[in-house]
């Protein structure tokens, strides 16, 4: 039974991810691929990887839709919709045949991989000296610490990388438009009730991360989708880029997580966990990772200045 | 066997939002695609509960809550681009003129 | 299989069914607005029985209550979201 819905489920992702470039109606492009995003985080659930799942569902199926639509405001706005942009029928062909060859090549790596356990066996050998009962989280923050630590440098990399795009005239301003709402409105009522359970819902997340599926970047992603239904809801303006308080949160975690590679260094071990106090330093790292982790998103989702300080 | 039982409602209910995608190609207008996106968040919803139960994991519950939580955002997002400049509230005119 | 085995599958199927009413009604349904009603009502009923299903089947009384966030919270964001959309297609339809 779990066959046929590993199946089904295949066909339709496959099916989903092919409406969405063949359609012709670019919104129409965009809600099949918000509903790719759900049915990948479907499949994550599926495989048993309830932490990716989590990740899917809450940027695939969540943020993900808020930052195409709103791209695709942008595009109507510049009136970019109208431009018909069709290339010859060979090159698509020739498009169309290198993604399927490159698409049969993956399938094929993936096909020939020797069937093992992979790494579970030296993750759970070594699991026990760092006190945490979720593997993922002893991979992500103990094994593997230092590709996260980069990945995080990446984020706030890619944050400076959307500001740069900013007119210099709006400089350190705000982003995005000033939202007006209906104060005794249904939008204003969201914005209101859903932000306490998304705190906890966030909190909740983050602190399992450690025992069971869970952990910073999941909690972060949900985090920042509460401030976007904030701002959407107008209940709150965005704040000033150029604000030093903003660049400290998005800067904390990343710092947060040298420190700790260099107070190991102080212990005698560059960029390795005291000995003992490998699952207090990793749960800190984890809180400030996910302050950061949202300031970040959100900060990304909502684009660079375009209202004057 | 009652395992299976679930299993076997997933599927039902995964066949049956994949009926939605024809509105989502079809649909003439902006909202009856998003209507189509939400059918098929609230379905995943569904069928995370049901895997969930299928397998006795806690795990899958909490994609099944973020799920949930998420749902709305893109129908929200996708309201708002009706409004001038993306930034007004589809309400709001009926405050200023009743 | 005892009689709460049975009770369970009773609860599953209706809940399929639900679903099942639910994308019929996107599908057949003559205009937008009636679309929605589809949408909100069935597809959340649906998911109520089959909340209260794997409650009864789960035994556990904490998770039972997580399954009824669930429920709720879906409750929630689908009203909320077929409110706003209802009067986005009436703008729509108006403006365009």
Redesign the interface.
């Known amino acids: 039974m779990s066959l046929a819905f590993d199946l089904a489920l295949c066909a339709l992702i496959l099916g989903t991810a092919g409406l969405a470039v063949a359609g012709g109606n670019l919104f129409g492009s965009v809600v099949f691929y918000i509903v790719y995003g759900v049915l990948i985080a479907l499949a994550w659930v599926s495989l048993g990887a309830a932490d990716v799942a989590l990740a899917e569902a809450a940027i695939g199926a969540g943020v993900t839709g808020v930052l195409l639509i709103g791209a695709w405001q942008g595009m109507k706005d510049a009136g970019g919709l109208e431009a018909e942009i069709t290339k010859s029928l060979p090159v698509r062909v020739l498009a169309g045949l290198g993604a399927a060859a490159l698409g049969a090549l993956v399938g094929f790596a993936i096909l020939s991989l020797p069937g093992h356990d992979g790494l579970t066996g030296p993750v759970a050998e070594n699991q026990p000296a760092l006190d945490l009962g979720n593997p993922v989280t002893a991979v992500l923050l103990s094994f593997r610490a230092y590709d996260t630590l980069l990945e995080t440098l990446v984020l706030t990399a890619a944050l400076a990388a959307v500001w740069s795009l900013t007119p210099a005239r709006f400089w350190g301003g705000i982003p995005g438009p000033k939202h007006i709402t209906r104060p005794d409105g249904v939008m204003a009522s969201f914005g209101r009730l859903l932000p306490p359970l998304g705190l906890l819902v966030a909190i909740y997340l983050v602190w399992a991360g450690a025992d069971q599926p869970g952990g910073a970047f999941q909690a972060g992603t949900v985090l920042a989708a509460v401030w976007i239904l904030i701002v959407l809801a107008g209940l709150r303006d965005e704040p000033r880029l150029s604000s030093l308080v903003l660049r400290l949160i998005v800067i904390a975690g990343p710092l947060v997580f040298l420190g700790a590679g260099l107070a190991g260094a102080l212990a005698g071990l560059a960029l390795g966990y005291p000995e003992g106090h490998a699952r207090t330093l990793i749960l800190i790292i984890e809180y400030a990772l996910t302050l950061s982790i949202a300031a970040t998103l959100a900060l990304l989702i909502a684009g660079p200045a375009r209202r004057a300080p | 066997?009652?395992a299976?039982?679930?299993?076997?409602?997933?599927?039902?209910?995964?066949?049956?939002?994949?009926?939605?995608?024809?509105?989502?190609?079809r649909?003439p207008?902006?909202?009856?695609?998003?209507?189509?996106?939400?059918?098929?968040?609230?379905?995943?919803?569904?069928?995370?509960?049901?895997?969930?139960?299928a397998?006795?994991?806690?795990?899958?519950?909490?994609?099944?809550?973020?799920?949930?939580?998420?749902?709305?955002?893109?129908?929200?997002?996708?309201?708002?681009?009706?409004?001038p400049?993306?930034?007004?509230?589809?309400?709001?005119?009926?405050?200023e003129n009743p | 299989m005892s009689a709460m085995e049975c009770f369970i599958a009773g609860l599953l199927a209706l809940g399929v069914f639900f679903y099942v009413a639910g994308t019929v009604g996107l599908l057949r349904f003559p205009d937008t607005h009636s679309r929605l009603h589809a949408l909100t009502k069935a597809d959340n009923l649906g998911l109520g029985f089959i909340v209260i299903a794997a409650g009864l089947y789960w035994g556990d009384g904490w998770i039972a209550g997580k399954l009824a966030l669930v429920w709720l919270l879906t409750l929630f964001a689908a009203g909320m979201a077929a409110q706003l959309v209802a009067r986005a297609a009436l703008k729509a339809e108006g403006g365009e």
């Open positions: 066997m009652m299976d039982l679930f299993m076997l409602a997933a599927l039902c209910v995964l066949i049956s939002v994949a009926g939605a995608l024809i509105r989502a190609w649909g207008g902006r909202a009856d695609r998003m209507m189509s996106a939400q059918l098929i968040g609230s379905g995943g919803v569904g069928i995370a509960v049901l895997i969930a139960a397998r006795s994991e806690p795990a899958i519950l909490d994609v099944a809550l973020v799920l949930a939580l998420l749902a709305a955002f893109a129908a929200l997002a996708f309201v708002k681009t009706v409004t400049e993306g930034a007004g509230d589809p309400e709001a005119d009926e405050a």
